[in-house]
């Protein structure tokens, strides 16, 4: 329960920082259950219901340089479907990237995504490799991310995708998107 009351304080400040509720009430949320390693929410917002499904790294290292300290690493996957926005994939370094620079995704079934980064987050480039991306991850057991840090360290985090299907399927229904 910490670590979802953490995830609705980021998303919180997500919508916050992108003006998406600026001047409006902060969201209501809904935890939708923990599957396994993912944990999956709602939330009402403009009398709108979106969904997400949030995982923290279970390891995370420096394959090249060192880092002193590093916030929590997780990755998100995001339905607003108000807003015509589904599968959003968003990863959560804790440290800023190096700037310009691109984060690659590997699932261990042989998906390789890279990602755009912006200070602390990466995304996908377009919806249509978010959705290539997620359908990669429910056939998957764990991923990689490799990342730069500003600082130059170079670091991979692995993902354990047990539960994610069953977490999908939770924001899915919840979100009532057909998948």
């Not at 259950?33 to 390891?59: H, I, L, P, R």
Request: one cysteine or more; glycine letters at 6%.
């Amino acid at each position: 329960m910490k670590k979802l009351l953490q995830s609705i304080s980021v998303i919180s400040m997500i919508f916050l920082s992108t003006g998406l509720v600026a001047q409006q009430p902060k969201p209501t949320m809904t935890d939708l259950g923990k599957f396994d390693n993912w944990q999956a929410a709602s939330f009402e917002e403009n009398g709108k219901t979106g969904c997400f499904m949030v995982s923290d790294a279970v390891k995370s290292e420096a394959v090249e340089g060192s880092y002193s300290s590093r916030g929590r690493v997780y990755m998100m996957i995001t339905h607003r479907p108000a807003n015509n926005t589904l599968d959003t994939v968003t990863f959560f370094t804790g440290y800023p990237y190096k700037l310009n620079s691109e984060v690659t995704i590997q699932v261990d079934n042989g998906a390789k995504h890279i990602l755009f980064t912006q200070d602390d987050k990466a995304w996908v480039k377009d919806a249509n490799g978010d959705k290539i991306l997620v359908d990669a991850m429910r056939r998957g057991k764990n991923l990689t991310v490799l990342g730069t840090s500003a600082r130059n360290t170079k670091t991979r985090d692995t993902f354990s995708l047990t539960g994610f299907s069953k977490a999908y399927a939770a924001i899915n229904t919840a979100c009532n998107v057909t998948r």
